[in-house]
């Protein structure tokens, strides 16, 4: 099972640029043109949040024009500038209850995919509630012998990336506790911080992805508010019953491969 997964779109109004800056939507269509050329092709798509930058309807439409040439399955959860009423209707998902968070459970695949809203309307930081993780709980419990794969936009993790981290996630001891009592979990994969970071919750690997748009500077000295021109990103999580998980870094209009000089003399 191929998963690609795409986060951090930040699309705005057509013929508008993010921060007067990133042309978010010719990005997010690269990154489409990149995934509809892979082979072999991802079975499904994951979508974690901040699809577009200011919740409207359209913007939505915008967004769902440029994800139409994808032929596979698109699972999106919300981030912090995403609406839950307009994500649902974007990609007609249920209950269409603003105040419903958006947690899903897919048993579609060998790889049992569970989705985490947490997102808080209004704020840029994420939580992940007692009930929330009560809930998550069960749904491990219903089916310890399955792996699974959790995905949500708010990491349960402090990156070092000082500002970032004050707009993060709260509950990550909930969550920890909760994955770690359960062991066919084999990653949580999240958005929201534009880099790729791995950690560790409740023994369990994390990670951040990159966005297919503007990506954050790597800042551990405090700098605050920085972005880098760094390529955009489609993370690739492949999964096989005799390898688990192995997540890998594709690269949007990145390089072309080469073969070395030695290669080629004894190929």
Known sequence: MLIAQI???HIVDPGSLLNDRVDTATMLAGAVAHIAAMNPQPDLVLATGDLVND???VQYRNLTSLLAPLAMPIIAIPGNHDDRTELRRAFSMTPSRPDVRMDSVHDQHELRLIGLDTTIPGEHGGEVTPSQMAWLDTQLLAAPDVPTLIFQHHP???????????????????EADVVGRHSQVQSVVCGHIHRVIQSRIGGTPVSTWPSTGAQVALALDGTPHGYIDEPPVVALHNWSPTAGLVSHVSYVNGPEPWVPAWATATS
């Not at 349960?156 to 909930?174: C, E, N, Q, R, Y």
Request: negative net charge.
């Open 156 to 174: 349960p993790f402090l990156t070092g990336i000082a500002w970032m981290d004050a707009v993060g996630m709260t509950g990550a001891d909930l």
């Open 55 to 57: 919740g409207t309807p």
């Open 7 to 9: 986060t951090d779109c």
